[in-house]
């Protein structure tokens, strides 16, 4: 017989071809591609073919074993497919497959207990635009005009130049100035947001991260009342044996302006790998609002006086929880997230 009928008698058994078994496909391989089978003799008869045609034959055959090799694999999918349609069909009392219910993200808990406790203590909760302008980011908090935050290093700029470039905030401290536009006094607000600066990403630091920021102003309001409301927090947050000291520190907005640790909650300050072997942890920034805070929006300082904080939600995550990578807040590996199912 003619390679040429031969290749055609091939595609239509193939066509015609019907299983209902998965044998009955692996003869059909055998049948065509084994070792005596129909296509692999005719690749051996190919030797004999003119020099002129084995172009063209060569190509038909190759097509012809590729059509085989789909065939064969087509017929054993929709064999699969009819073998789980029907099991499926048998048996509709078979139980679900159990669904993996999602969890709150490590960071939302610590969001919400950080305001609840401070709901606790009259606080009430402001928020504010992440694509901010110059003037409520550092202008209206005292930054001097060549301080390196207004640098395209450490911020980033949305609609840089002007007098009051766009960019995306660095800290809530603009949802401050904002409260202080538009808020009749006394103040007493807390700030959650994203904050964003040009940094590296690493264990410690990443480009994007939370922050709440807290503010009271009033007549009357003391250092005291400031170490008495961390304090509380720190207490409400690590535990009732939570110990806090104060180290002093530099912010363009607050003066005096302090650093806060916490004793630390694993080892209890006898010294660990977490805490560094100095038995405190460092978790917010703090301070008296500047006068020229005050005045810059609108306060008077001769009657006013106030205290701000601000902290990194990652980093009290990161104590609460032992977290040694702050990436893996980004990632959403489920693997991390999973561990905080039941907390909440
Ligand atoms: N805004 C500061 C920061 O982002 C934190 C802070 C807030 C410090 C209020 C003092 C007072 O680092």
Redesign the pocket.
């Given at each position: 017989m003619a390679i040429n009928d031969k290749i055609e008698q091939i595609m239509s058994t193939l066509n015609e071809f019907k299983a209902t078994k998965e044998q009955d496909i692996e003869e059909l391989r055998v049948k065509m591609l084994g070792k005596k089978g129909e296509v692999t003799q005719l690749f051996d008869e190919f030797r004999n073919v003119l020099p002129e045609q084995k172009k063209e034959f060569g190509q038909r055959l190759n097509a012809l074993k590729n059509a085989v090799q789909e065939r064969i694999d087509s017929l054993r999918e929709s064999l699969a497919d009819s073998a789980a349609g029907s099991a499926s069909s048998f048996d509709l009392t078979k139980p679900g497959d159990k669904m993996d219910l999602g969890a709150r993200h490590p960071i939302s808990i610590t969001r919400e207990e950080i305001i609840s406790i401070f709901k606790k203590f009259g606080y009430s909760v402001a928020e504010g635009p992440e694509i901010e302008d110059d003037w409520h980011v550092f202008g209206a908090?005292n930054f001097p005009p060549e301080h390196p935050a207004r640098d395209m290093q450490d911020t980033f700029f949305v609609c840089p130049g002007g007098d009051n470039p766009v960019l995306l905030r660095?800290?809530?401290?603009s949802v401050?100035v904002r409260t202080m536009e538009k808020m009749p006094l006394p103040i007493r607000v807390i700030c959650p947001g994203r904050?964003f600066r040009n940094e590296a990403i690493s264990a410690r630091a990443h480009c994007i991260f939370h922050?709440v920021?807290?503010?009271y102003i009033d007549k009357n309001v003391s250092f005291a009342d400031l170490k008495q409301a961390i304090l509380l927090f720190a207490q409400e947050m690590f535990g009732p044996e939570t110990k806090i000291r104060l180290r002093p520190?530099y912010?363009p907005?607050?003066e005096p302006?302090a650093e806060v640790d916490v004793s630390c909650n694993i080892c209890h300050g006898k010294g660990c790998n977490i805490c560094k072997g100095t038995g405190w942890l460092e978790i917010?920034?703090?301070?008296m609002?500047d006068p020229n805070v005050l005045e810059a929006n609108g306060i008077d300082s001769k009657e006013y006086t106030g205290?701000?904080?601000?902290?990194?939600i990652e980093r009290i995550a990161m104590l609460k929880w032992q977290v040694k990578d702050l990436r893996h807040y980004f990632e959403n590996d489920v693997r991390f997230l999973k561990e905080f199912e039941t907390v909440i």
């Open positions: 908090l660095t800290h809530t401290s401050q904050v922050q920021e807290g503010l520190s912010f907005f607050t302006s917010l920034g703090c301070g609002v205290f701000a904080f601000g902290m990194g």
